[in-house]
């Protein structure tokens, strides 16, 4: 009786957590937060009903809200609550909020119980691991079990177009089943000697978060386009699957790296993020280790970056600037200084494991705008903090890559040079990214496609 009073209360404690979540996210927009993302919409129509059993309460303003559709509030109260509701129930849903249909990327145990079976499960995922539709996959997958994901799965969104750069990295463009499309980007690395060895030859997938992004980032191709939507967890881990067919397809390295740096800020997605990580880490799903998993943010909030540190990857910071003022002119969206975000990555990470603390921070560099020294002298003071708790900071110049603005330029390799220089003798690891895919408008910045927001009055 104790045991069984224990787990109603608990039961009744992560629903009270659930609903506050909605509750939240379901307020009507304040003119206080305009410009900060406070009710970005969604193409698609919420079900009637959570897991669980608790329905929620309609709604009269604009359009339906629901759990992980944004991190309503950059200001901190709102996102902080999303991301306790998601970590209360978002990895034990067997479908993720708002998906049609099952996913097969599910971990075995669930889909073991969805296709009646953990060994139709495990044919299922060995089959998805090789990057091969278990839908049509006759000599791993039974028939009853490709029945099964015909009858009740929704499908695997498809790719309309591959698009290769001279130097082999291929743009993928993803159809989801709304008619929208996405970009993910498979960057094969031949491998290199190093200062550490041999660099064995490796691949990268990036994918996308969102279809669009509402930070707005001035000289990003996806900021241009505006927020349209989320991507549910299924949609991410579907460009993992055909990143892992584009491999076997074309005999490239083995996909090694899985970077959340293309199109969408992961933080705005909390709980399609968290569980497509999870799925990614999981040894008898994808199977890939945290710390070849890497989620890349512009730290929308203290609140969001503080629950980040929950995610099964490694983090990234895009800086592009240590100057408060610069950093607004480059992300508009920015509502905290940058030393409070630093701050808070300082903890974050201060918190976690010797492995899990590595940490990246990215910075775009423009010619005449953020390239010089004073610039990286700036730079230098905004990650000194972070370098005491951290033993692999690591600071990536990428040169900025065209997307048709003509008041930006690529930082001239003279002053690139120049801002690593002044960051390695100040004691950091500083690298300048090696351009991949600028030829085919598949290179840090240049993701996009054919659709743009269109906003509402009084939407972000």
Not at 55 to 77: I, N, T
Not at 128 to 155: H, I
Request: hydrophobic letters at 40%; a neutral charge.
């Amino acid at each position: 009786a104790e045991v069984g009073g224990r787990m109603i209360l608990r039961g009744l404690v992560v629903l009270a957590a659930a609903a506050l979540g909605e509750a939240w996210l379901s307020a009507p927009a304040h003119s206080s937060h305009a410009g900060t993302g406070w009710g970005l919409l969604s193409s698609h129509t919420p079900p009637a009903s959570c897991p669980g059993g608790w329905r929620r309460p309609e709604r009269s303003f604009r359009a339906p809200l629901r759990l992980g559709m944004v991190l309503a509030d950059d200001k901190g109260a709102v996102d902080e609550v999303a991301w306790r509701t998601v970590k209360h129930k978002g990895r034990q849903e067997a479908a993720a909020v708002g998906e049609e249909g099952l996913s097969v990327f599910e971990d075995v145990a669930e889909l073991g119980r969805l296709l009646g079976g953990t060994g139709k499960a495990k044919m299922v995922w060995e089959s998805l691991r090789d990057g091969v539709s278990p839908w049509e996959n006759r000599e791993v997958v039974t028939d009853k079990a490709r029945a099964l994901l015909e009858r009740s799965f929704q499908g695997i969104p498809g790719v309309s177009l591959e698009s290769v750069a001279g130097d082999g990295t291929t743009k993928l463009l993803v159809d989801l089943d709304d008619g929208l499309q996405v970009e993910s980007v498979v960057i094969p690395n031949k491998g290199k000697p190093s200062a550490q060895g041999v660099v064995e030859p490796r691949t990268t997938l990036c994918v996308s978060s969102q279809v669009g992004c509402n930070r707005a980032c001035d000289f990003c191709a996806t900021g241009k386009m505006g927020f349209i939507r989320q991507l549910t967890s299924h949609e991410i881990l579907s460009q993992v699957f055909h990143g892992l067919r584009v491999v076997r397809e074309r005999g490239l390295p083995p996909l090694h790296n899985i970077v959340f740096m293309g199109m969408g800020e992961p933080l705005n997605n909390p709980l399609h993020v968290m569980r497509a990580t999870d799925i990614l880490t999981r040894d008898k799903c994808f199977g890939f280790a945290r710390s070849r998993v890497t989620v890349s943010t512009v730290g929308p909030s203290p609140a969001a970056i503080r629950a980040a540190g929950d995610l099964p990857a490694m983090l990234a910071w895009s800086v592009h600037a240590a100057d408060d003022e610069l950093r607004r002119r480059l992300v508009p969206t920015t509502a905290h200084t940058m030393e409070e975000l630093r701050d808070t990555f300082k903890s974050v990470l201060s918190k976690r494991s010797r492995q899990m603390s590595t940490f990246m921070v990215a910075v775009t560099l423009i010619d005449g705008l953020n390239d010089g020294e004073e610039q990286a002298d700036a730079l230098v003071e905004l990650l000194r903090p972070i370098q005491e708790v951290v033993k692999g900071l690591v600071v990536d110049l990428i040169p900025y890559n065209d997307i048709g603005e003509a008041a930006y330029e690529r930082a001239g390799k003279d002053n690139v040079g120049a801002f690593q220089r002044r960051l390695r003798d100040a004691g950091f690891a500083c690298f300048v990214r090696v351009t991949r895919g600028d030829d085919g408008n598949a290179a840090c910045g240049q993701l996009a496609t054919g659709v743009t927001a269109t906003p509402s009055p009084g939407v972000s």
